[in-house]
């Protein structure tokens, strides 16, 4: 069973997502709450996933995903927003959130992001992803840096993190590689100690930034 916690300050969005996801297999929300409560919560009933929005009057978003972060084992959390385009999609990223979801999400949508957050891939709204790429990460040039951390990597692992970027999970990166699924995990333990994150999403945005991903549709691969 998948735990979730909610964590909104609208009371409308709490109830929406809490009924999607309480209907879904394997999925059940411990609680939904404001802003205020998110950090109690989270050491009072342990979930596996939060789901945290990114703007609420009471308390910054980003100010509880750092909270939620140093915890010694901290929940997968994934950032709400309204907009497409919220100027914080990239810090929220880089400061350890596993996805980031819009909040007209498909209901039907929802359980499988929820899932994929709780497999420890990372979630990215379709539209979401574009505006990381295209807005925040200056796409049109490699980051120097970014090169200099994909350098670290063996062969190997830099197949294992282009697969990650493309948001396999463990398994099917197995199987396209042909490894197991433990010798996978071992990979990816590599990969994210090599470039410096801690989060899948993190080295997914180095590989982007490092230019190791194929150039999304009608782009130019040069």
């Given at each position: 069973m998948i735990r979730v916690l909610v964590v909104d300050d609208e009371a409308l969005v709490r109830m929406g997502f809490s009924h999607i996801l309480d209907a879904a297999d394997g999925i059940e929300v411990v609680a939904?709450?404001?802003?205020?409560?998110?950090?109690?919560s989270v050491r009072e009933l342990a979930p596996d996933v939060v789901l945290l929005d990114i703007r609420m009057p009471d308390v910054d978003g980003l100010t509880v995903l750092a909270e939620l972060r140093r915890m010694q084992n901290p929940p997968v959390i994934a950032m709400l927003t309204t907009f497409d385009t919220d100027e914080y999609v990239a810090t929220a990223l880089r400061s350890g959130a596993?996805?980031?979801?819009?909040?007209?999400?498909?209901?039907?949508?929802?359980?499988?992001?929820?899932?994929?957050?709780?497999?420890?891939?990372?979630?990215?709204?379709?539209?979401?992803?574009?505006?990381?790429?295209?807005?925040?990460?200056?796409?049109?040039?490699?980051?120097?840096?970014?090169?200099?951390?994909a350098g670290r990597l063996t062969g190997r692992e830099h197949a294992v993190l282009v697969l990650m970027a493309?948001?396999?999970?463990?398994?099917?990166?197995?199987?396209?590689?042909?490894?197991?699924?433990?010798?996978?995990?071992?990979?990816?333990?590599?990969?994210?100690?090599?470039?410096?994150v801690s989060s899948r999403v993190q080295a997914a945005l180095i590989a982007e930034r490092a230019g190791l991903l194929a150039p999304a549709d009608g782009e130019d691969a040069g």
């Open positions: 939904a709450v404001e802003g205020g409560e998110a950090v109690r596993a996805g980031f979801l819009l909040k007209d999400t498909d209901p039907e949508q929802l359980p499988h992001l929820v899932r994929t957050l709780a497999e420890g891939s990372p979630a990215l709204s379709s539209r979401i992803t574009r505006t990381v790429v295209d807005g925040f990460l200056d796409a049109g040039g490699r980051d120097p840096s970014a090169v200099r951390l493309e948001g396999l999970a463990n398994n099917d990166i197995g199987e396209r590689l042909h490894l197991s699924t433990g010798t996978v995990k071992g990979h990816v333990s590599a990969v994210l100690g090599k470039l410096e």
